[in-house]
């Protein structure tokens, strides 16, 4: 498949540095969750606001995937997989390793025998937020079923679908029947382990999404004057959307008495409510940095948290371990202040950490 000479976009830079401080949000939360009585308004910006962050990757991802290539060309798939799996496969790998040896060391886990290993590594378990480039791989591994769906795309077939979505996302998050087979099947079941971790492999969760980003893709120019076109609209269906999910947290608490982790776990992003709020989230910000331009100062800020994006994703878990062990020793609770400031801590020290990791790495290729 040729690669179509296309403009660069800032704007999926831009939108990678602000989904990378969603996600960095939602494992704070977690954090702040440790406190029995946490201000419901802050776990509302942590834990909901931001759930747009992770499926927001797969729509970004799809959309750059699809934005320089002639979809009628041929695909070499061979050549593909050899570019992908060097950005994700081999830096997942690394990383799984490295979290697994340094989990063994600050929390005493131990190393893995290598049949478990194996299965920490296939389902994404070496640290909570690696699932997301199994996802992602598995992506890469069917893009030739992508090209042929999306080059066959019609009106009729999107909306299917997404209805398709909603049914199978509903299914695969409420269905009591489902979460009580797997309950009851044995620990050593080799299906037990595909049922409980298939929200870490399985891709139906977010196909729409990615074939939404890469349609956008493909139709770049069109897509961005329906922006352009539709801003007020736009804005509208994201404070619309917004509403309704927070909406919906709130009544989870306040009218069926949930309390707030079994909400959190209710109004999630792959909820029908979840699922419609990430859409237009997606529409919105893309609309926000491609049709409307900043000071240099506030520019400079997003380049710079967009080129570190990837690897504060990766590593920011460290932050959060050594920041809490900070936290317990210094005898300072998850108050509503300190989490803010943990937050803050949170990015700040893992921009840190990428901006060294990335000038060593230049700085060794230029001795070459």
Request: charged share 10%; with cysteine.
């Amino acid at each position: 498949m040729q690669k179509v000479q296309k403009p660069y976009l800032p704007s999926i830079k831009y939108i990678r540095g602000i989904s990378m401080l969603g996600v960095v949000a939602i494992h704070v939360g977690a954090q702040y969750l440790t406190n029995p009585t946490p201000n419901l308004h802050l776990v509302t910006i942590l834990e909901i606001v931001s759930r747009f962050s992770v499926p927001i990757f797969f729509f970004i991802s799809a959309f750059g995937l699809f934005y320089k290539i002639d979809l009628n060309a041929p695909f070499s798939y061979r050549n593909f997989l050899r570019r992908r799996f060097k950005a994700v496969l081999l830096p997942y790998i690394f990383w799984s390793v490295l979290y697994i040896v340094h989990d063994n060391y600050f929390y005493g886990t131990g190393i893995p025998a290598p049949a478990y290993a194996l299965q920490i590594l296939f389902f994404g378990l070496a640290k909570y937020q690696l699932y997301f480039l199994v996802l992602l791989v598995w992506f890469y591994l069917l893009m030739p079923i992508w090209i042929k769906i999306l080059r066959g795309i019609t009106r009729e077939k999107f909306m299917a679908i997404f209805i398709a979505q909603i049914a199978f996302n509903y299914f695969s998050s409420y269905n009591t029947e489902l979460a009580s087979f797997t309950a009851f099947l044995p620990d050593d079941s080799l299906l037990k382990l595909f049922l409980m971790w298939r929200l870490n492999y399985l891709v139906l969760h977010y196909v729409f999404i990615f074939l939404l980003g890469g349609f956008f893709g493909v139709h770049s120019q069109e897509f961005f004057k329906w922006l352009s076109a539709r801003k007020s609209f736009i804005c509208l269906a994201f404070v619309t959307t917004l509403t309704l999910f927070v909406g919906y947290f709130y009544w989870l608490i306040y009218a069926k008495g949930y309390d707030v982790l079994s909400a959190i776990n209710t109004a999630h992003q792959l909820s029908p409510l979840g699922f419609l709020y990430t859409i237009v989230a997606s529409i919105f910000l893309f609309m926000l940095f491609q049709c409307y331009k900043f000071a240099r100062p506030i520019q400079a800020l997003l380049d710079y948290l967009g080129a570190n994006s990837y690897l504060v994703y990766l590593l920011h878990p460290l932050a959060i371990t050594y920041l809490s062990k900070w936290l317990a020793e210094s005898g300072r609770l998850m108050t509503a202040p300190n989490t803010i400031i943990f937050f803050w801590l949170t990015v700040l020290m893992s921009l840190i950490i990428s901006s060294t990791i990335k000038l060593t790495m230049r700085l060794l290729s230029s001795k070459k």
